[in-house]
């Protein structure tokens, strides 16, 4: 099993920067990919940003060029900085990462969710 630990979020006036961070732990075999991902009431969760194990990152749209995926595979932890928050950013979002087993099975984990509030 794996835990996934996020810290970060809150409340943010538009404009303004946040990070986010996550810290897997547990049996941890390979960690391959890491992801956010976040739900707005009402709306489909949504990938929002995704980093390799070799460091490649992939970005939604809507983010590109103002938020910037991280992480550390020394320390297990991917982080999220936000800038130029939107109050469409307003969402919950959640860690999740893809662990490859011993056995060479692939497991996916996620966090519990941290909220990221944008409003004046």
């Known amino acids: 099993q794996v835990q996934l630990v996020e810290s970060g979020g809150g409340l943010v006036q538009p404009g303004g920067s946040q990070a986010l961070s996550c810290v897997a732990s547990?049996?941890?075999?390979?960690?391959?990919?890491m992801d956010w991902y976040r739900q707005a009431p009402g709306k489909q969760r949504e990938l929002v940003a995704g980093?390799?194990?070799?460091?490649?990152?992939s970005y939604a749209g809507f983010v590109k060029g103002r938020f910037t995926i991280s992480r550390d595979n020394a320390k297990n932890t991917v982080s999220l900085q936000m800038r130029s928050l939107k109050p469409e950013d307003t969402a919950v979002y959640y860690c999740?990462?893809?662990?490859?087993?011993?056995?060479?099975?692939?497991?996916?984990?996620w966090g519990q969710g941290t909220q990221v509030t944008v409003s004046s």
């Open positions: 999740h990462v893809h662990v490859v087993d011993a056995e060479g099975y692939g497991h996916d984990y």
């Open positions: 547990g049996s941890i075999f390979k960690l391959t990919t």
């Open positions: 980093i390799i194990s070799g460091g490649i990152t």
